[in-house]
């Protein structure tokens, strides 16, 4: 199933789930956007 954001771009259905079961486990936006800043630098 592809799935688009607001701006027309293709949101990868793994990343979509990965992120809403960071979520559920509690984690804030600020901390998984902090994770993956720090992973990719």
């Known amino acids: 199933m ?3 954001n607001a701006s027309g771009e ?4 793994e990343w979509i789930e990965l ?3 960071a979520r ?7 901390e998984i ?6 992973k990719s630098a």
């Open 2 to 4: 592809d799935s688009h």
């Open 10 to 13: 293709h949101l990868d259905q």
């Open 19 to 21: 992120l809403l079961v």
């Open 24 to 30: 559920e486990i509690g984690l804030s936006i600020k």
């Open 33 to 38: 956007r902090d994770f993956l800043q720090k």
